[in-house]
T-cell receptor, first 113, second 116 residues
Framework: GDSVTQMEGPVTLSEEAFLTINCTYT??????LFWYVQYPGEGLQLLLKATKADDKGSNKGFEATYRKETTSFHLEKGSVQVSDSAVYFC????????????FGRGTQLTVWP | DAMVIQNPRYQVTQFGKPVTLSCSQTLNHNVMYWYQQKSSQAPKLLFHYYDKDFNNEADTPDNFQSRRPNTSFCFLDIRSPGLGDAAMYLC???????????????FGPGTRLLVL
């Protein structure tokens, strides 16, 4: 069945460090891929998405490229800030499943000044 | 701002005592979802409404029910909460899940349920 695997956290970085959070997926067909972010005490917010192979989603300095050959959608940011501290969720959706989102377990990111 | 609102943000209930969680939306979206998120786990879909049509996930316990009296509101009822039902409950909406695979879901802040 459909599933998403994220790298285990927590991830701890210093400000301005480079960030990579790995995400791989298993799905039939051509899913859309999403990164959601959950700041402390808040709900999930869409960070970026990609809807077909080789698409790159980007937002707030974060990027992720939909790689069908490696079934991956790794999240990257060149220079993290303290305000990026949050939990990051990778997710996929197939159009035939009534909008069902399959989430990874989330990766906690902590950025120190 | 258009948004998804959940009340209360924190709910404490006793073992076996029915509890209702509330979600409202100003986005005028057709679809409303309820997810359960246990500590350090991925959100798990419980059920969703597409307009008035209720869609239950196969592995959602009967203890969990939902009501959608109108487009704006959706309720999650837990008939007899057990200790294992302590979790964050997330409500989400989308405009139409069937039209576009890239359709975004918009989440509320969640209600954290504690069962004593």
């Amino acid at each position: 069945g459909d599933s998403v695997t994220q790298m285990e956290g927590p991830v701890t970085l210093s400000e301005e460090a480079f960030l990579t959070i790995n995400c791989t997926y298993t799905a039939t067909g051509y899913p859309s891929l999403f990164w959601y972010v959950q700041y402390p005490g808040e709900g999930l917010q869409l960070l970026l998405k990609a809807t077909k192979a080789d698409d790159k989603g980007s937002n707030k300095g974060f990027e992720a490229t939909y790689r069908k050959e490696t079934t991956s959608f790794h999240l990257e940011k060149g220079s993290v800030q303290v305000s990026d501290s949050a939990v990051y969720f990778c997710a996929l959706k197939r159009g035939s499943t009534l909008g069902r989102l399959y989430f990874g377990r989330g990766t906690q990111l902590t950025v120190w000044p | 701002d258009a948004m998804v609102i959940q009340n209360p943000r924190y709910q404490v209930t006793q073992f076996g005592k029915p509890v209702t969680l509330s979600c409202s939306q100003t986005l005028n979206h057709n679809v409303m979802y309820w997810y359960q998120q246990k500590s350090s786990q991925a959100p798990k879909l419980l059920f969703h409404y597409y307009d008035k049509d209720f869609n239950n996930e196969a592995d959602t316990p009967d203890n969990f029910q939902s009501r959608r009296p109108n487009t704006s509101f959706c309720f999650l009822d837990i008939r007899s909460p057990g200790l294992g039902d302590a979790a964050m409950y997330l409500c989400a909406t989308s405009s139409d899940p069937g039209l576009a695979v890239q359709e975004t879901q918009y989440f509320g802040p969640g209600t954290r349920l504690l069962v004593l």
